[in-house]
């Protein structure tokens, strides 16, 4: 299906008004691929529609980023100049709503020194996480994507260019819920009820901790922060008011659990696409709510120096459940970005977990959130557990036990 302008006008639209909902009198800080130059347009005027009082881009290559890595100095790279730190600094005072457009070839770094790539994150995310910190739950976001041909023949090798595009954006616009013939919004809505009574059913049950199992031998406890909540779908900018959808797509019902409170081994049933290169065939162990050891049979290293990104980058900042029979697993295939593989099942993630779920987390600053059980890193890296066969159960704080998947399912 070559996609028609029409149907294009119709997901820009839900992007900036279901997915980001500007507001009028917003400021719009829009993040995309300068290859998708005429959809940036198409975003920009939806938003200006909206209201927006101005729509900054920021334009992306992952040409360009890959010989950055090739060719600049590892030194020269990590330092975060002053213009883009006062960048920063504004993007914390306006509070823009921000929109993120994925679209990348998930094999743009090949080749690339996994030091390097690891080095140079860690050192610019140090100097990011205070204005990014700032700036948490009090504006609104979204992710969302639009297919690349090399992100498109990393998924369909076998077809040609157009063909392969086709396929990707056929499969996209059926996981965001957009078609010739259907009103998107109302889509959505059905959706995001269905996921807020599941939360809902999860809060009321009080679980103190939930168990993992599967014949692939993941067998893993984790404890729950007292009070916290499930969360799924959709968020509420605490300064507005505005809902918005920070991904889309989106399956998952989750929570940030006890940081440093877990036992037992977590086996990936997807390979990870990080930093652009491929983490295959994983598993990793805790002990004392911390990874003391992975296997990978692919990206061992870039594994490694994923958990050892700082001293909290090995302990879990997320808990999600998705039912194996979510449109994006539907879909059959790897789609070698987090946004949706991470919707096709159950997954946990490493490194940074989310003030928002603790009553009035928006409040709380990173330091309190943390003192009350919410991990904190400068990385947050979801890996997908869901097996077929996952069992999950519920424990309260009476040690009684609530089946809660069976099969890799709702129970």
């Known amino acids: 299906m070559a996609i028609s302008e029409a149907l ?38 939806e938003c200006y529609r909206a209201g927006a009082k101005k729509v900054n881009v920021d334009w992306s290559s992952d040409a360009v980023s890959r010989l950055h890595y090739l060719y600049a100095d ?20 306006d509070l823009p709503c921000r929109i993120f457009i994925a679209s990348e070839d998930p094999d743009a770094m090949n080749g690339v020194d996994v030091q390097k790539l690891s080095s140079v994150s860690r050192s ?3 100097v990011m ?60 809505k059905e959706h995001t009820d269905f996921i ?26 984790v404890e729950l922060i007292p009070g916290a909540k499930w969360e799924g779908a959709g968020a509420v900018n605490s300064l507005n008011g505005a809902f918005y959808i920070p991904n889309m797509p989106t399956e998952e019902i989750f929570t940030s659990p006890m940081a440093g409170k877990c036992e037992g081994t977590l086996v990936a049933v997807k390979p990870l696409s990080w930093n652009s290169q491929l983490i295959e065939d994983f598993s990793i162990t805790f002990e004392n709510g911390k990874a003391i050891s992975c296997r990978a049979a692919k990206g061992q290293e870039l594994l490694e120096k994923m958990i050892h990104m ?15 029979e979510s449109p994006v697993n539907r879909c059959g295939f790897l789609f070698y970005e987090t946004l949706f593989d991470e919707n096709a099942c159950c997954h946990c993630a490493l490194g940074a977990g989310f003030k928002e779920v603790l009553p009035g ?41 609530v089946p809660v998947f069976r099969n890799g399912t709702w129970a």
């Open 8 to 45: 294009l006008q119709k997901y820009a639209r839900l992007i900036v008004r279901t997915g980001a909902n500007v507001q009028p009198g917003q400021v719009v800080q829009l993040t995309v691929s300068v290859e998708q130059h005429a959809f940036a347009a198409m975003l920009a005027e």
């Open 74 to 93: 590892e030194d020269v790279l990590s330092r975060v100049l002053p213009w883009e730190e006062e960048k920063m600094k504004q993007m914390a005072q």
């Open 124 to 126: 610019r995310r140090r």
């Open 129 to 188: 996480k205070p204005y990014r910190d700032a700036i948490d739950g009090k504006h609104q976001w979204v992710i969302a994507a639009y297919p690349g041909v090399k992100w498109a023949k990393k998924c369909f090798p076998d077809l040609n260019d157009d063909e392969a595009v086709d396929r990707l954006w056929e499969a996209v616009l059926s996981t965001v819920r957009v078609s010739e013939d259907n009103d998107p919004v109302q889509a959505w």
């Open 196 to 221: 807020e009574k599941k939360a809902a059913w999860l809060n009321a049950q009080g679980f103190a901790s939930m168990r993992f199992k599967s014949a692939n031998g993941t067998d893993f406890s």
């Open 310 to 324: 700082d001293e909290c980058a090995g302990m879990l900042g997320e808990v999600a459940l998705v039912p194996k």
């Open 361 to 401: 987390g928006d409040d709380l600053s990173v330091e309190e959130a943390k003192e009350k059980g919410v991990n904190d890193s400068i990385i947050h890296v979801d890996f997908m557990v869901g097996a077929s066969d996952l069992a999950i159960d519920g424990v309260r704080p009476d040690g009684s036990t």
